[in-house]
């Protein structure tokens, strides 16, 4: 190709940093000798320059490519090598930082001068390695070829970088120059970086998160067989009034079959406004139940939105009070309201036909930020598997005072609601997390479930009930001085910090956060995979950035009547495969 090792070099190793941060405008900074004439070889003086070579890259680009023109560009740095450095600072003027050098925070440098010794009567010289504990750079790379092959070091500004950093930046150089060496016409973005080991274990090792659960099983079916062991307890308390597992039970069962004969089916969508309290739960658990899947409505919420998810969700009845019909706009949907009398009276206690978990359970709308808000259609058994994994991190009896604050227009509301309730614990309903020091039963809360800014607002108005024993936030970022404030409360023993998007129901990764350790979104939950992957959707090396994928049982079935947007979001997993 006509090129030089320098040339080969520096364009594998400008690839390198192209595929670290994603930039496609390369400089790096080389010295250059300054003697291209035999007249100045002998002479003693100081004729170094550094030269700014310039990369264009594109994820179309082959090696040879790109090597070309770092080859058109290095002979046109070596023509123009007298013009001192410094002049060219002054021509062009760039903005300057004095935390970093002009046009380039990076140097390579490449010792082709042969080997030799220097021999005086009398001497034994041998060479002294001097020790650099300054960066001059970001990075250094100084590589110099030697009968051996090629060796070198790599400098780094220990601000910016870690020695386990710095060690797999070596590594990928490594196995980059060999793919380049094997296939030099390969496209930049599909040569490799990492090993084969170093692959595995992003791809696989990091994702064995295989979790049994019933993916047969329905949201309701797991509340049903909780109510069936303990009958007698609490499931639901609000203000002064409680429920019994079997007494939410037959009103849930009451009301199904009630949404039964309004032909509420398998597939068929039930919109429900109601304020917080009992007949909110017992309107969800009869939807379900009714095998229906249930589309949230939050008579707190405008009229203009409440009116676009009912015309968005097409749903089929609206089931709400009477005294919420002034909060609703016009709308032909049919409508059920809960108290209105027999809906709820009696004691029948027929379990309804079950649905099936493949089939909807219910939707989540987003915020309409990005433009339009989109209804995330849930399976059953996407939530199944959520709570299957939740059941193992939270034992039974930090549940017994489950604080159930959000609105059900957000999924952080199917952990406060239906884990407690598969699990034998209790649901403390609340208007918000605000007024968890005003509750009746506020020294019965053992778990809160919310956003840090609630939390800290919380903190605010004084310590926490004395009875909390975990803390789960999501939803934002987690600040560590939350955490520490947190950890001083009296008999908090857990913070965890949870993260995942409605598309993948609720939480995807979750992180038991300490009092001193670095904010984090943690690992996988169980039956999840996380991939990070570049714009190629390739895999990208630990510490590089990229774009987060997750997978697995709990990726929703996509976005209701939008099935463009549903393909363009809701992609193969490639790597599910993987050995």
């Not at 987060?548 to 209701?560: H, M, P, S, T």
Request: glycine letters at 6%; aromatic letters at 6%; charged letters at 20%.
């Amino acid at each position: 190709h006509h090129a030089t090792l320098f040339m080969v070099l520096l364009a594998g190793f400008q690839t390198l940093l192209h595929r670290y941060s994603g930039q496609d405008d390369i400089v790096v900074g080389s010295p250059i000798a300054g003697r291209n004439r035999s007249e100045t070889e002998g002479l003693i003086g100081f004729f170094v320059n550094t030269l700014a070579l310039r990369a264009r890259l594109s994820d179309q680009d082959t090696f040879v490519s790109l090597l070309e023109r770092v080859r058109e560009t290095t002979l046109g740095a070596y023509a123009h090598q007298e013009v001192p450095f410094e002049k060219l600072v002054e021509v062009l003027q760039p903005r300057r930082d004095l935390s970093r050098p002009p046009f380039f925070q990076v140097m390579f440098t490449l010792q082709n001068v042969p080997d030799s010794e220097l021999h005086l009567p009398g001497l034994k010289l041998s060479a002294l390695e001097a020790a650099s504990t300054t960066a001059k750079f970001e990075l250094t790379l100084a590589m110099s070829a030697t009968a051996r092959g090629l060796s070198g070091t790599l400098e780094y500004n220990t601000d910016l970088f870690d020695a386990s950093t710095a060690a797999r930046l070596v590594e990928h150089l490594r196995t980059l120059l060999g793919a380049i060496a094997v296939s030099p016409r390969q496209k930049l973005s599909a040569l490799p970086l990492m090993s084969a080991d170093e692959r595995r274990q992003v791809l696989t090792r990091w994702n064995e998160t295989a979790l049994p659960f019933p993916d047969d099983a329905c949201i309701h079916e797991l509340f049903e067989a909780q109510a069936a062991k303990t009958p007698d307890a609490a499931a639901l308390l609000h203000g002064d009034s409680s429920l019994t597992y079997a007494e939410l039970d037959a009103r849930a069962n009451q009301l199904a079959h009630e949404l039964r004969a309004r032909g509420v089916g398998p597939e068929v969508r039930v919109a429900l406004c109601m304020e917080r309290g009992m007949d909110m739960v017992v309107g969800l658990l009869a939807i379900l139940k009714a095998g229906g899947a249930y589309v949230p409505l939050d008579p707190a919420y405008p009229r203009e939105r409440l009116g676009l998810i009912l015309e968005d969700s097409q749903a089929r009845l609206l089931l709400t009070r009477a005294s919420l019909a002034s909060v609703l706009p016009e709308h032909s949907v049919p409508v059920l309201y809960v108290d209105s009398e027999g809906v709820t009276s009696g004691t029948v206690s027929v379990t309804p036909p079950r649905a099936a978990s493949h089939q909807l359970a219910y939707l989540i709308y987003t915020s309409g930020s990005t433009g339009r808000p989109k209804a995330v259609a849930i399976e059953h058994r996407n939530a199944v598997a959520f709570l299957a994994w939740a059941r193992t991190v939270f034992p039974p009896e930090v549940l017994t005072g489950t604080l159930a604050a959000t609105s059900i227009n957000f999924d952080l509301s199917i952990f406060e609601l239906f884990l407690p309730l598969a699990t034998g614990g209790t649901v403390v309903l609340a208007e918000n997390a605000l007024a968890l020091p005003t509750l009746p039963a506020a020294h019965r809360v053992t778990l809160v479930n919310t956003v840090p800014s609630v939390m800290a607002e919380l903190l605010r108005s004084g310590p926490l009930p004395d009875s909390v024993r975990v803390v789960n936030l999501a939803g934002e970022p987690l600040p560590t001085p939350l955490v520490r404030e947190l950890y001083a409360q009296p008999n908090v023993q857990k913070v965890y910090d949870l993260y995942g998007p409605s598309e993948t129901t609720t939480y995807s990764t979750y992180a038991l956060r300490q009092a001193d350790a670095p904010a984090t979104i943690g690992r996988p939950i169980g039956n999840t995979q996380l991939y990070v992957l570049d714009d190629q959707r390739q895999p990208v090396p630990v510490g590089v950035p990229g774009e987060l994928f997750i997978g697995g049982a709990g990726v929703a079935r996509g976005y209701l009547g939008r099935p463009e947007l549903t393909a363009e979001r809701f992609v193969p997993d490639a790597f599910s495969g993987v050995p």
